[in-house]
């Protein structure tokens, strides 16, 4: 049973935008954060950005603070990353998760995220 869907991933040029969407559903909307990772070839998949339940703040990793914005629309069960500026470092397969575990401010390490979306690919060229 697929809990998490995303989409709107492909390829664009340095310097422009995309957005990000994840569709939430059955037992993945019992969050206590929810975050968006990605992994590139041959590297480890890491945390982008996280927004936690508890008080809606935002968590964003360093490479990606004041390109990224993360949002959600709770009565959609959506949540989005708008990304802009973009750089081909930020080429991976673009991965939505959510904890379901209490936590007040949300993690951006694998760990926790217990339910996880089958990705979507950006790619960005030079």
């Known amino acids: 049973q697929v809990h998490l869907v995303e989409s709107g991933g492909g390829l664009v040029q340095s310097g422009e935008s995309l957005r990000l969407s994840c569709a939430v559903s059955?037992?993945?909307?019992?969050?206590?954060?929810i975050a968006w990772f990605r992994q590139a070839p041959g590297k480890e998949r890491e945390g982008v950005s996280c927004?936690?339940?508890?008080?809606?703040?935002?968590n964003y990793a360093d490479s990606v603070k004041g390109r990224f914005t993360m949002s959600r629309d709770k009565a959609k069960n959506m949540v989005y990353l708008e990304m802009n500026s973009l750089k081909p470092e930020d080429t991976a397969v673009y991965y939505c998760a959510t904890d379901q575990s209490w936590v007040a401010k949300c993690r951006l390490r694998r760990s926790p995220y217990n339910y996880w979306g089958q990705g979507t690919q950006v790619t960005v060229s030079s």
């Open positions: 927004i936690s339940e508890y008080d809606g703040s935002t």
């Open positions: 059955g037992a993945a909307l019992n969050y206590y954060a």
